[in-house]
């Protein structure tokens, strides 16, 4: 199993960067949010930047953004392995997705907890991951929805049944226990489980 670690709930980026860059954690999960699209705001890209400064792991960036296309440029500068947005921006997803492919980033659509599955199918040729939220995004720390088994298992049919090789990463709420519930997952992302521990290390053993 792949992890990607998030800071969001990270009291100090900089210290908790540079110990994530010590571990084997395969990504960092960078989350952006826009004011519109979640009520919270992220720090602008000026700050965000600064990423590389304490660690030169692949990032996996997810914009809980509105509008996409002003942020897919800027964060397609950085040391990017993925760029996620919500397909319930509704609007110019192919276009985007393309935006994204261009830069030579891999792809990827993230879905709420009551999207369902289905609204996903006529992007499945162009897409290289599915982000499913396990939680409201918006928070950091907030309880895994056990809705999401069920979920996983019906989006892993999905793709088997559209012969689609899109990884699923799972978001929100996981630790050594809801993991077991995201067993057909390729990619569990992981905030407050990892970033408010004293080993991050022994935290990535136990999702791995
Ligand atoms: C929620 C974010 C998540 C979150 C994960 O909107 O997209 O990436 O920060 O953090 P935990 O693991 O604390 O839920
Ligand atoms: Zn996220």
């Known amino acids: 199993m792949k992890v990607s ?3 969001l709930n990270s009291s100090n980026v900089p210290r908790d960067l540079k110990r994530l860059n010590e571990t084997d954690v395969d990504y960092i999960h960078v989350d952006i949010m826009d004011g519109k699209f979640v009520p919270n705001k992220t ?9 590389y400064k304490f660690t030169d792991k692949r990032l996996d960036v997810h914009l809980m953004v509105q509008n996409p296309e002003k942020y897919i440029p800027l964060y397609a500068e950085l040391n990017t392995e993925y760029i996620t947005f919500h397909v319930e921006v509704m609007d110019k997803i192919e276009e985007d997705l393309e935006l994204i492919k261009s830069y030579g980033i891999k792809c990827g659509l993230a ?3 009551n999207t369902p599955v289905k609204s996903l199918v006529p992007y499945l040729p162009l897409l290289d991951l599915i982000l499913v939220m396990s939680v409201e995004p918006g928070l950091g720390g907030q309880a895994f929805l056990s809705s999401t088994h069920d979920k996983i298992k019906e989006l892993r049919a999905l793709l088997n049944s559209y012969h689609s090789k899109a990884l699923i990463n799972v978001d929100g709420g996981i630790d050594n226990k809801t993991k077991k519930m995201c067993e057909d997952c390729d990619i569990l992302t992981s905030g407050s489980y990892i970033i408010h521990s004293e080993n991050f290390q022994e935290k990535i053993d136990g999702l791995r």
């Open 111 to 113: 879905i709420k907890p």
């Open 5 to 7: 670690a998030s800071f």
């Open 43 to 51: 720090m602008p890209f000026s700050e965000m930047k600064n990423i």
